[in-house]
């Protein structure tokens, strides 16, 4: 069984930023297109960034320019550099393989707000 373990999330000002990682519990993650999603309250989760296995990336429109994902596959760890955070960030963050092979981890709560 994979398992997805999110962390780095927290409370942060409009502005500000955040690091997020996702450790991946399966030795087959340097070979696998990984993404973030994200949850805000009420609505349906999305992807934000997805990366690829030789590091080709994508972002929503959203974030681009704002969110950098990478990789370090030695470690079989995620990551999400979010800058310039505005308060529609807001969500819970969630890593998976894209597409989504496994079930959801408990994910990391961001929340913009002054």
């Known amino acids: 069984q994979v398992q997805l373990v999110e962390s780095g999330g927290g409370l942060v000002q409009p502005g500000g930023s955040l690091r997020l990682s996702c450790v991946v519990s399966?030795?087959?993650?340097?070979?696998?297109?990984m993404g973030w999603y994200r949850q805000a309250p009420g609505k349906e989760r999305e992807l934000v960034a997805r990366?690829?296995?030789?590091?080709?990336?994508n972002y929503a429109d959203s974030v681009k320019g704002r969110f950098t994902i990478s990789r370090d596959n030695a470690k079989n760890t995620l990551y999400l550099q979010m800058n310039s955070l505005k308060p529609e960030d807001t969500a819970g963050y969630f890593c998976n393989t894209h597409p989504r092979m496994y079930m959801w981890g408990k994910g990391t709560l961001v929340t913009v707000s002054s």
């Open positions: 990366i690829t296995g030789g590091g080709s990336t």
């Open positions: 399966r030795t087959i993650f340097s070979i696998t297109t």
